[in-house]
């Protein structure tokens, strides 16, 4: 398993934030935990906040699979798109905490949306129940093939010989895509202009058309698209380079820093899931993506399979939602 990052955070706040997530105290949960789980013949539910056929939903569906052999019992995947994931996540928090329903998200969902949408309201440390990680995976720096850039410093060279005629997309303003295409410009000293759009898939549509001359896209697109030819990749925006691809510098490497944040995905609950519930998720969750099967498909998506602890999951959102939170501040990025 992976080292896990340290935070500012004393040892005292995750173990407050997991009693309360995990509902020591709290008597109907009790009540909950002393049935068998899961119920013979009860279906599981995975919630995801986007449209089928994405990276996302193919490992959630992968996962519900094995799942459902493991805890005997039927596990399916179910699709609440829109809002940049707050539907789902809304959907999550109403349900009842007795393990039936859970959702499969990414790192923004707890880490940067509550710091950048307005319409959010939820809290990450108080409305849902860390299970465990998922998987992580980079964001990769994409350049259209028209632009004559195979580096980053070429790609920078090019922008400030161009002031105010290139353009990048995002998934949406306050996204992972959104900031980390604001880090870049910041830290390069760069005079570009952001294309929010509405999710990846339209994103796509205009940058694979050259309307656009560069992204921050998630790895498995990234490597869809590149195939076309119509774009390359230059570098990806993680800590270290990705195993799945190899001969792809970071950006650091490349010479701009502060554009290393960590990518990745978990699974949570509604707040106050009964301790045992959640330790049996936990364990067959770890089971499934322990399996050679599971890290192969991870793998062909350029995404690492990785479970956790509860705990370890709690403090990697804290870690993460603080890493960010500073990035947020350092960029001036106000609630959109």
């Not at 950048?116 to 440390?125: I, N, S």
């Not at 925006?237 to 970071?250: G, H």
Request: with cysteine; glycine share 8%; proline share 7%.
């Amino acid at each position: 398993m992976n080292a896990w990052p340290h935070s500012s955070i004393g040892r005292r706040r995750v173990a407050a934030w997991l009693v309360f997530a995990l509902g020591a105290a709290a008597l109907p949960c009790a009540a909950l935990a002393a049935e068998p789980f899961p119920e013979k013949g009860r279906s599981i539910r995975i919630v995801l906040g986007l449209a089928a056929g994405g990276a996302s939903d193919a490992q959630a569906r992968f996962v519900a699979n094995k799942l459902g052999e493991v805890l005997q019992t039927p596990v399916i995947v179910e699709n609440r798109p829109g809002a940049s994931f707050i539907l789902a996540t809304e959907e999550v928090i109403r349900a009842a905490p007795d393990g039936y329903t859970m959702m499969y998200a990414p790192s923004s969902v707890v880490a940067q949306n509550p710091q950048t949408l307005a319409q959010v309201r939820y809290d990450p440390f108080k409305d849902l129940t860390p299970i465990s990680l998922g998987a992580r995976g980079p964001l990769v720096l994409t350049v259209h093939a028209s632009v004559p850039a195979r580096t980053v410093q070429e790609l920078v060279a090019y922008i400030k010989a161009n002031p105010g005629k290139m353009s990048y997309a995002s998934f949406g303003t306050g996204t992972s895509s959104h900031i980390y295409g604001e880090a870049f410009a910041k830290q390069a000293g760069l005079d570009v202009v952001h294309v929010p759009y509405k999710g990846g898939a339209d994103a796509a549509k205009d940058f694979l058309a050259g309307r656009v001359q560069y992204y921050f896209d998630a790895a498995p697109n990234a490597i869809q698209n590149t195939a076309t030819g119509k774009v390359r990749m230059l570098a990806v925006a993680a800590p270290r380079r990705s195993a799945m691809l190899p001969d792809v510098p970071t950006m650091t490497e490349q010479g701009v820093s502060g554009v290393d944040m960590p990518s990745w995905l978990g699974f949570y609950g509604p707040a106050r899931m009964p301790a045992p519930v959640v330790a049996r998720l936990n364990a067959a969750l770890a089971q499934v993506l322990a399996m050679p099967a599971t890290r192969d498909f991870f793998r062909q998506g350029a995404y690492e399979a990785e479970s956790s602890s509860p705990a370890q999951l709690a403090e990697l959102t804290r870690a993460t939602y603080e890493q960010w939170g500073d990035m947020i501040r350092k960029l001036g990025l106000a609630k959109q």
